[in-house]
Nanobody, 124 residues
Framework: QVQLVESGGGLVQAGGSLRLSCAAS????????MGWFRQAPGKEREFVAAITWNGGNLNVADSVKGRFTIARDNAKNTVYLQMNSLKPEDTAVYYC?????????????????WGQGTQVTVSS
């Protein structure tokens, strides 16, 4: 079992950057596939990016491709989402999720553990 804690959100101007972190406060992430999702007010949860347990395979949504990058450092028990060239439409609560012994997953309901989320607001 793992408990996930996201951090790094905040308010940034359009064109700026943020790096989100997802750390395990309980347990190890080293055997977990990880994903990032986001949910804007009034909208459904949306897949952003995912990565396998060893970082060997990853996937990024078309809406953020070329701007967002997912990475992980298992020694630090942390997964990152680097967000560059942010746009106002990236404004949302960002969540990380984990599923043990899995490949890259784009479907939120397949994940077993979720963090509480971190707010990202991009001003125009």
């Amino acid at each position: 079992q793992v408990q996930l804690v996201e951090s790094g959100g905040g308010l940034v101007q359009a064109g700026g950057s943020l790096r989100l972190s997802c750390a395990a406060s309980v347990g190890s992430l080293s055997r977990y596939a990880m994903g990032w999702f986001r949910q804007a007010p009034g909208k459904e949860r949306e897949f952003v990016a995912a990565i396998t347990w060893n970082g060997g395979n990853l996937n990024v949504a078309d809406s953020v491709k070329g701007r967002f990058t997912i990475a992980r450092d298992n020694a630090k028990n942390t997964v990152y989402l680097q967000m560059n060239s942010l746009k106002p439409e990236d404004t949302a609560v960002y969540y990380c999720a984990a599923k043990r012994f899995a490949d890259v997953i784009r479907i939120g309901t397949m994940f077993d553990y979720w963090g509480q989320g971190t707010q990202v607001t991009v001003s125009s």
